[in-house]
Structure formats: C-alpha cells, structure tokens
Nanobody
C-alpha cells in the first residue's frame, strides 16, 4: 500500500500564496505521475497540475502562470519516499476548495511488481478570503 500525507492547506488572503506538499511512502517500486486535484464547492473534482516521472509538468488553464508543481524522488529508507509540492500564488477566492494529492505507483510485492495503481490523499482545505 501507499500512504499519502498532505500538508500546507489553510487560510490565505486574495493575492497571497500557499504551498501544498504531499509525501508518499510505502512499498513503492515505481512512482509514475504525481498530481494535485481540487474540488471547489458545487463542482466536480478537477485537475490542477500533474508532473510525470521525468519531471514534466502540465497545468490546467486556470492554474497556468499561478501554480508550480514539483516533485522529489529522494529516498531515505528501503520503502522510499516521494514528495510532490504545489506552489500557488495570486490566489483568488474561487480557488477555495479541497485539494487532493493523487499518485500512480507500482507496488513491490515480494519478487514481483504490481501494475500502476492510483492512490488519493485525504484532501486539504484551502480557503481564500479577506
């Protein structure tokens, strides 16, 4: 299994900045794409930004120019650890919502490796208000 821990949500003023971080750990054999989604009140969950295993980012139109996604594949134990950060600036009230980390990972299953599996974080609230 993969455990995801999201941090960095909270209250920000319009025009302000926040950085979200998501740490993934577990029996990870391979980490593929890492992404941030959001669900604003009254809408469906939508992609904010994603970054490939090679570090190539892609952004939703509303995020372009205001958001930077980055990842760190550093390892500190046999289980490995991966982080994906979302730096957001020029926040708007309409950015208010719950932000979710999603990763696609293959698990180490003894001598075998699983296929890619989606894992979601529990979500972290961002409120943009003056």
């Amino acid at each position: 299994q993969v455990q995801l821990v999201e941090t960095g949500g909270g209250l920000a003023q319009p025009g302000g900045s926040l950085t979200l971080s998501c740490a993934a750990s577990g029996n990870i054999a391979e980490m593929y794409g890492m992404s941030w989604y959001r669900q604003v009140p009254g809408t469906q969950r939508e992609l904010v930004a994603t970054i490939s295993s090679l570090g190539v980012p892609k952004y939703a139109d509303f995020a372009e120019g205001r958001v930077t996604i980055s990842r760190d594949n550093g390892r500190y134990s046999d289980n490995g650890r991966y982080t994906v950060d979302l730096q957001m600036s020029w926040l708007k009230p309409e950015d208010t919502g719950v932000y979710f980390c999603k990763v696609v990972a293959a698990l180490r299953l003894g001598p075998k490796i699983s296929g890619p599996i989606d894992y979601w974080g529990q979500g972290t609230q961002i409120t943009v208000s003056s």
